[in-house]
């Protein structure tokens, strides 16, 4: 079992591996998209400027803390899509009938799935996110990759799951990217004093942003050991529950016989 996993991960770093090395043919057209996205997200600092020449702060935010939070939110995302792209257009994957070549490969079918795509902006957001800490709070830098890494797991765990619907719904997908596009929008804002009642709710449960951004963003600031245990468990089983969701449904997948091949 242990030989079947490190062969696993060894073919599924080779796969992304290749998926970079392809999507970096056109230097040119790499390194600007790269750029882009660090300067796209970098726009919203002056947002945050000018609202802060308003209010000293807001639910107890400052600017130190929203921009952790940016990091937090920019570098999850960035490592998700870098690493595990295809998780968040799984559902399309399915109601298009494009498992095929997955489970007629020896390998572990999610994780291929998972690993087949890459979305090279994203450096672009990685990247963001750690310069951002090194300018706020450099002594941060390594718990904050940690978190990071917690974070994406989740983050990608969470499109899993939704997307995972399409074996039984049709047009799930308008579900996935909603669940999704909630979770970017909602990361990037701060919770406390601006969330309250049923919004807050959400933000624990069907979009847990609590324990994807914020929590993780008070850790790095603040460590607390029983709020890690928190961001552990949650990471672990939202993973557990994504896995087994997949699994389940793809005793109901259809295949549409299309012929189609993969060259990693």
């Given at each position: 079992?242990?030989?079947?996993?490190?062969?696993?991960?060894?073919?599924?770093?080779?796969?992304?591996?290749?998926?970079?090395?392809?999507?970096?043919?056109?230097?040119?057209?790499?390194?600007?998209?790269?750029?882009?996205?660090?300067?796209?997200?970098?726009t919203?600092?002056i947002?945050?400027?000018?609202?802060f020449?308003?209010?000293?702060?807001?639910?107890?935010?400052?600017?130190?803390q929203?921009?952790?939070l940016?990091?937090?939110?920019?570098?999850?995302?960035?490592?998700?899509?870098?690493?595990?792209?295809?998780?968040?257009?799984?559902?399309?994957?399915?109601?298009?009938?494009?498992?095929?070549?997955?489970?007629?490969?020896?390998k572990?079918?999610?994780?291929?799935?998972?690993?087949?795509?890459?979305?090279?902006?994203?450096?672009?957001?990685?990247?963001?996110g750690?310069?951002?800490?090194?300018?706020?709070?450099?002594?941060?830098?390594?718990?904050?990759?940690?978190?990071?890494?917690?974070?994406?797991?989740?983050?990608?765990?969470?499109?899993?799951?939704?997307?995972?619907?399409?074996?039984?719904?049709?047009?799930?997908?308008?579900?996935?990217?909603?669940?999704?596009?909630?979770?970017?929008?909602?990361?990037?804002?701060p919770?406390?004093?601006?969330?309250?009642?049923?919004?807050?709710?959400?933000?624990?449960t069907?979009?847990?942003?609590?324990?994807?951004?914020?929590?993780?963003?008070?850790?790095?600031?603040?460590?607390?050991?029983?709020?890690?245990?928190?961001?552990?468990?949650?990471?672990?089983?939202?993973?557990?529950?994504?896995?087994?969701?997949?699994?389940?449904?793809?005793?109901?997948?259809?295949?549409?016989?299309?012929?189609?091949?993969?060259?990693?």
């Amino acid at each position: 079992m242990l030989t079947a996993a490190k062969n696993q991960l060894r073919v599924s770093a080779l796969s992304i591996k290749y998926n970079l090395m392809r999507e970096m043919t056109n230097h040119a057209s790499f390194i600007i998209s790269v750029i882009f996205m660090m300067l796209n997200n970098a726009t919203f600092i002056i947002q945050w400027i000018i609202l802060f020449s308003i209010r000293s702060d807001f639910g107890g935010y400052r600017m130190k803390q929203v921009m952790l939070l940016w990091a937090i939110a920019c570098s999850s995302y960035g490592i998700a899509h870098i690493l595990f792209n295809k998780a968040f257009t799984i559902s399309d994957s399915i109601m298009k009938g494009q498992l095929d070549s997955f489970l007629v490969q020896p390998k572990n079918v999610l994780i291929s799935l998972i690993t087949s795509e890459t979305n090279t902006s994203s450096i672009g957001d990685l990247l963001y996110g750690i310069v951002v800490v090194l300018i706020v709070c450099p002594e941060k830098i390594g718990i904050y990759f940690l978190f990071s890494i917690f974070s994406a797991i989740s983050f990608t765990a969470i499109a899993i799951q939704f997307g995972s619907f399409a074996f039984w719904i049709v047009r799930s997908d308008v579900i996935a990217d909603y669940v999704i596009s909630s979770m970017i929008h909602f990361s990037t804002y701060p919770a406390d004093g601006i969330f309250k009642g049923v919004t807050k709710l959400i933000l624990y449960t069907i979009v847990p942003v609590e324990f994807v951004n914020y929590m993780p963003l008070r850790l790095i600031l603040h460590f607390n050991f029983e709020e890690f245990l928190y961001v552990l468990l949650f990471s672990v089983g939202i993973t557990t529950i994504a896995i087994v969701t997949f699994y389940r449904g793809l005793r109901h997948y259809s295949s549409t016989n299309l012929m189609c091949g993969r060259i990693n």
